[in-house]
């Protein structure tokens, strides 16, 4: 990102929106321009909530109009480049290729039908609309992803085409362009596979699901709430933005966009309190790039993992519900820590509203995120559930007078929900191109079985070698796509080895987030960092020792799947869970180097990490040597705190 010496001073607006996960800022647009592209916003909005209701129709139909809408919008809102924003010539070359958008939808509408008896045999024009499908997604993928999406994307598609040309184990039979455009378009294993599938069923519900929880007050409420239950406490506002980020996260599955919505409340009060700037950027990094592994809603790549799993995606949120827990339990140990090193108080309690007005006042704004908790947990359809707390938001709004929203305000959310949509569509369309090429050539098996091969059948080797390159590759792509190309290249070797599917898939997408706050390319917390008037790469160093818990919790539930729940929560769950609190404390004491006292000898300080680590691997030996070294040093350290405090005393 080159920010490393960049503070926020230099940092304006313009490149805070940069930090989103949109690679591109949208063009303004007045009159009846502006207009027509919300009014087409919300139509789209308004049909997929109708398709949700009363059933979609041919599924390559759903999901071309789906991906034309999110084209015609995106080529009409995004210019080229930023600097071509205001540009005519850019702007008539845009309508064109939105134009060109709405008659490659047409052809699906009219050829879907006879897609699947073509496949294998595409005539010439599913060739043609094969090729200028590719090229209108990898260009719309370029301008609101960002261009290493579209880099690596392309350099499959090379692979598909020239791959044969490759050393052996990466060799295939060859693919000829004709064979592979086509195919990219009239098959449900390429553009319109599981991925745009899974954004047009489900992810633009959510999207607007956030919208209406944000702007009917839930998102505010979940805020106010947890100033009030943790404020006072000792590094309060740090403990508030670690909470409502959570929450927060959990609904909008977008680090960066938590990062810019709490982080302007939570880093200000924190450099209030005393917290230095990068530990305060840092903490609002950490806790919003654990809202997409936290239940209910996670990120995107949750509900794509529940489609290549088959299984309901109530089972994904179950299993990710434990592990989610205990990051954010490390997160608030890691801040009392920092509070207690530098004798750092909470918000004094006058100056905080009661736990009891609070939940007075706005009770009520809670009941659509518990409907859809509610409505999920017990086997509804993501979709269905979806809609129904969106009907919920309007109905608690409607009887909140206080607050209640207009039809422009209504209609606005229908909107912005839609267009926050096109980044996600066009990055699941990019999925499925790059989906296709590897199914196209077999890429996933053969590479599975060079990294089973490197690792020399050893599960940790194999493990590691997962753990970098999920991290280098979140660092170049989504969440999303970084999971789904590691779910295919990648899962399957780790399942092969023994690890059960479910902690596999949950192994691969931990491994992509964390990127958001692992330098260099850490978005999370360079978006904290530019709040914080920090450092950017100071920030994501800071942020990243905050996660460390990110990088060991992958590593425990493959080794213990019962923390995934893989069989439910019964009596051995117990001692699991416990050993798993006091292990990711240890490895907290560790790397803070406090505890009741700094602990200022790193040989102890390693004897507590590895202590702590041991507690990863199940087995009563390994249980009882980090049980140990944990209780012994935590007796010592508090001794010496009282002898200490019976000397100061004398």
Known sequence: MGR????????????????????????????????????????????????????????????????????????????????????????????????????????????????????????????????????????????????????????????????????????????????????LLISLEGIFGVALGVSANLLLIFIVVAQFLVGTGTGQFIMDLSSSLIGWARGGPAKIAIISSGLFGSISGSAVANVLSTGAVTIPMMKKLGYKPHFAGAVEAAASTGGQIMPPVMGAAAFVMAEVLGVPYAKVCVSAALPAILYYIALLIMVDLEAAKTRLTGIPKENLVPVKK???????????????????????????????????????????????????????????????????????????????????????????????????????????????????????????ICYMILAVLIAPALVSMGVEPMAAHLFVLYFGVVSFVTPPVALAAYAGAAIANSNAMKTGWAAAKIATSMFVLPFMFVYNPELILINGIGLGTLPIIVTSVIGITAICMAIQGYIFTPIKNWLIRLILFVGGLSLIYPGIYTDLFGITCFVLIVITNYRFKKRVQVALSE
């Open 358 to 480: 609070t939940l007075k006042e706005g009770w009520f704004y809670i009941i659509p995120l518990v409907i859809l908790i509610y409505l999920i947990m017990t086997g509804s359809s993501p979709q269905r559930a979806g809609v129904i707390t969106i009907a919920a938001s309007i109905i608690i709004n409607l009887l909140n007078w206080k607050n209640r929203l207009s039809i422009k305000q209504y209609l606005d959310l229908l909107k912005e929900g839609s267009l926050g949509c096109i980044l996600i569509a066009m990055a699941c369309a990019t999925a499925g191109i790059i989906m296709g090429c590897v199914n196209l050539t077999g890429l996933g098996p053969n590479f599975s079985g060079v990294l089973v091969s490197l690792a020399s059948g050893n599960q940790l080797a194999l493990l590691l070698l997962t753990m970098v390159s999920s991290i280098i590759l979140g660092m170049a792509l989504p969440t999303l």
């Open 4 to 183: 490393d010496e960049k503070n926020v001073e230099s940092i304006n607006e313009e490149e805070l929106e940069s930090l989103s996960e949109d690679g591109g800022k949208r063009r303004p647009l007045t009159g009846g321009v502006a207009l027509f592209v919300s009014a087409l916003a919300v139509i789209w909005t308004l049909y997929t909530i109708y398709s949700t209701i009363f059933g979609v129709l041919n599924v390559l139909v759903y999901r071309g109009i789906h991906l034309t809408f999110a084209l015609a919008l995106g080529f009409i809102l995004f210019p080229p480049a930023k600097k071509l924003a205001s540009n005519k010539v850019a702007y008539a070359i845009d309508i064109v290729l939105a134009l060109t958008s709405v008659s490659l939808g047409i052809y699906v509408l009219n050829s879907a039908s006879s897609f699947a008896d073509r496949i294998g045999i595409p005539n010439q024009a599913d060739f043609i609309f094969g090729a200028i499908a590719v090229v209108l997604i990898l260009e719309l993928t370029r301008r609101v992803v960002g261009k290493s999406m579209t880099i690596v994307a392309t350099v499959f598609l090379v692979y598909a085409l020239f791959g044969k040309h490759l050393p052996s184990f990466l060799a295939h039979p060859g693919v000829d362009v004709k064979m592979l455009t086509s195919t």
